[in-house]
């Protein structure tokens, strides 16, 4: 029997799996814990909301940009308040909104971690 264990009061989706027993699978929950059975949700793109699967929330903006490498040319992505940026190795708590320019082709990757219920995203930059 497939089962998610989530936490009632945000839906955030702890662990998934299939135990042989529906008495297995709701055994899988701890104090505090509750158990959705017959979905086995990945906790990347999945909470639950009023006792069923829902998607999480984007945060919307594509995955790609192209940009001038000219220091002034910039892409500005709306985030949500709470977002941490990492990038190249530097995780930047909520600063607002990100805007990135680049005076130095190249590639960037750039990781968005929102707050839950959002999906963490990830970004890629190409300055030319």
């Known amino acids: 029997m497939k089962y998610s264990v989530y936490l009632p009061g945000s839906g955030e989706i702890l662990r998934s799996g299939e135990a042989t027993t529906e008495e297995g699978a709701l055994m899988q929950a701890r104090t505090g814990e509750a158990v959705l059975l017959n979905f086995e949700l990945?906790?990347?793109?999945?909470?639950?909301?009023d006792g069923?699967?829902?998607?999480?929330?984007?945060?919307?903006?594509?995955?790609?940009?192209?940009?001038?490498?000219?220091?002034?040319?910039?892409?500005?992505?709306?985030l949500p308040q709470g977002t941490e940026i990492r990038f190249e190795g530097t995780s930047t708590p909520?600063?607002?909104?990100?805007?990135?320019?680049?005076?130095?082709?190249?590639?960037?990757?750039?990781?968005?971690?929102?707050?839950?219920?959002?999906?963490?995203?990830?970004?890629?930059?190409?300055?030319?």
Do not use: W
């Open 52 to 78: 069923q699967p829902a998607m999480r929330t984007e945060i919307e903006c594509a995955d790609h940009f192209e940009i001038a490498a000219d220091g002034k040319d910039e892409v500005v992505i709306v």
């Open 94 to 128: 909520d600063q607002g909104d990100l805007v990135f320019t680049s005076d130095k082709p190249g590639v960037y990757v750039i990781e968005l971690v929102p707050p839950f219920p959002f999906q963490p995203k990830e970004v890629t930059i190409h300055a030319n």
């Open 42 to 49: 990945d906790d990347r793109y999945f909470h639950v909301e």
